[in-house]
């Protein structure tokens, strides 16, 4: 990697509170999903160690996200995926290098424990402190019917992502013509509205370094992909994000 290039990582990492939890990835092979258990973190790998050179701003570690605290089950700033999943991120980060960018990830594999507590809070309609950030446009009641909260996640089976595209020239997110975790239209991929040409061709620049890396994007949400051949389709884990997870796997 270039100088410039680590300069600019570096300077991201002072400004965005990176995360820094490393782990091994596990040699020992996949189990049938049908056997796994919700808290058998052994395929995992920390995107800080399988994928180095991505940026981590974990927005469930902080407060700012659409509930406004930290979300359970987010114990540390950390990114963790399925060791299949970090391996096709891995190629979309080398393929996002080689024209100009750094994968910037918000959130990865996500536990059970954290899709409860998005629940709890949207049952309780009296809570929106973050309405007029991420849900400005919607009453907090239709979040349910709207499919934007459920008591599953695809995040939970381990093999997600949500992320955007860092530029290294200019130093700052490509402009995506909408926030992370916005429920709403303009959150759509396609939605075009009064998006700009740059704004479109910027969402397009990544969903097509991901779709080549084997990922399937998601027709609500532009920063949203998951693995196309994701090895646990039906196991929902759930142990803590932390570096203890995916730490001394054998």
Partial sequence: MSKKTTKLLAAAAAALMLASCASQPSDSASSP??????????????????????????????TYNFVG????GYEEPCALMT????????GAADDAEEQGYVLKIYDAYRPQTAVNNFIEWAEDTDDTKMKEYFYPELDKSVLFDQGYIADKSGHSRGSTVDLTLFDMDTGKDLDMGGT????GERSHPDYTGDLTPEQINNR????????ENGFKPLDTEWWHFTLENEPYPSTYFDFPVNSDSVQNME
Avoid: C, H, T, W
């Fill in 33 to 62: 999903d049908s056997s796994v258990s919700p808290g058998d973190s052994s395929d995992f790998v920390s995107l800080a160690e399988a994928v180095p050179d991505v940026i981590l701003e974990i927005r469930y570690y902080s």
């Fill in 69 to 72: 605290d930290r979300i359970d």
């Fill in 83 to 90: 060791k299949e999943a970090a391996q096709a991120l891995k």
């Fill in 180 to 183: 992370f975790d916005y429920f």
């Fill in 204 to 211: 397009n620049i990544l969903r097509d370094i991901m779709v």
